[in-house]
């Protein structure tokens, strides 16, 4: 994730509610670690987060493009790109 991990950081901390009924971190430092321990991944567009979620076992075939990116464990960056988190 490298660089682009206080980006991520960042859009988790704002929007974890969408995937935990409660907060899991309270501030950057806890959702950069939070986002290594989970694994996150960045993808350049929503038909690599389709492939990657397929690959990964999940039945997204009969999802639109808007339906995907709405799934609780993807999230889009302000640039366009969106990252995944497996919790």
């Not at 670690?33 to 009969?62: H, P, T, W």
């Amino acid at each position: 994730m490298g660089e682009d991990l206080r980006l991520c950081a960042e859009v988790f901390l704002k929007e974890q509610s969408k995937l935990f009924d409660e907060p899991v971190v309270f501030d950057l430092e806890e959702a950069e670690e939070f986002l290594e321990d989970c694994f996150a991944q960045v993808f350049e567009n929503i038909k690599e987060v389709r492939e990657y979620l397929s690959e990964e076992g999940m039945d997204v075939e009969a999802l639109s493009d808007e339906e995907l990116s709405e799934e609780l464990e993807v999230f889009k960056l302000p640039d366009g790109r969106y990252f995944v988190v497996e919790a």
